[in-house]
């Protein structure tokens, strides 16, 4: 019984000592002012704003960040602010306080993720890049990505509605991943792909029915162009159904 007690007052002490512990660190730290504002990006993202472009989207939410009360600072806005930006997909802002020698010190970190491109649009309508949800990413001269390139006459309707999906069927295939370099819509809808190996220009007609296309394709290659054919073709058309269309040189 007595040794529950000892334990029970032992126990009530040490409450006591985190109490006034912690009350007195709120104390010291409630009025610690942001010195400044670090940016932490991830380093394999395919694109990236510059840590200063960021600092000025920070900042231009909220014009007196430095200096200012730590517990002033609203992150949530600031988070809403900075992922306006097309090119972000999400913002964490947090609070952090460290000490020195000389007392406590407060910083605003800034945690971003970009969006990551899977198509780059270069159409007769407008010039950006596409992310595996149609979100559009402006073109900066600030970061490029080495994703799909899709040139030629449509809108960004189609884009989103009809060449995406294609995009990330070729994306999620290994083989037309490794293959396909660029992929053309001509004025009247029909599609080309260009190759990364051979000389020839797969004509896909529209994409209605594309699984289907590309299986023949794939056919044709392992077929036909496995003996060392690669450049014997100028053109290969699978844009009628079940027939592979070839044109030598």
């Known amino acids: 019984m007595l040794l529950k007690l000892l334990k029970l007052t032992g126990f009530l002490v040490l409450i006591a000592f985190l109490v006034v512990t912690l009350s007195f660190s709120a104390r010291e730290t409630r009025d610690v002012t942001c010195g400044n504002i670090e940016i932490e990006l991830q380093e394999n993202e395919l694109i990236k704003i510059s840590k200063d472009e960021i600092t000025r989207l920070v900042r231009s939410a909220d014009d007196q960040l430095v200096g200012k009360n730590l517990q002033l600072i609203n992150t949530d806005s ?80 189609f884009a989103k509605m009809q060449l995406l999906p294609f995009v990330l069927f070729i994306e999620e295939n290994p083989f037309w991943k490794a293959q396909v370099e ?63 269309i070839a044109k030598k040189r």
């Open 78 to 157: 600031l988070e809403r602010a900075v992922e306006k930006h097309q090119a972000i997909q999400k913002a964490e802002i947090f609070k952090v306080i460290t000490k020195d020698s000389v007392g406590y010190r407060g910083t605003l970190g800034v945690k971003i993720k970009h969006r990551e491109p899977v198509v780059r649009i270069m159409s007769s309508e407008g010039r950006y890049y596409l992310d595996r949800n149609g979100e559009v990413i402006p073109i900066s001269a600030n970061y490029t990505a080495n994703v799909l390139v899709a040139t030629g006459y449509f809108s960004e309707q």
């Open 182 to 244: 660029q992929v053309h819509v001509e004025q009247n809808g029909d599609v080309l792909l260009t190759p990364l190996v051979g000389d020839h220009i797969i004509e896909m007609g529209s994409l209605e029915d594309y699984p289907r296309k590309l299986r023949n394709m794939k056919a044709f290659y392992q077929q036909i162009m496995a003996g060392n054919n690669w450049n014997k073709y100028q053109k290969v058309s699978v844009k009628y159904k079940n027939q592979v």
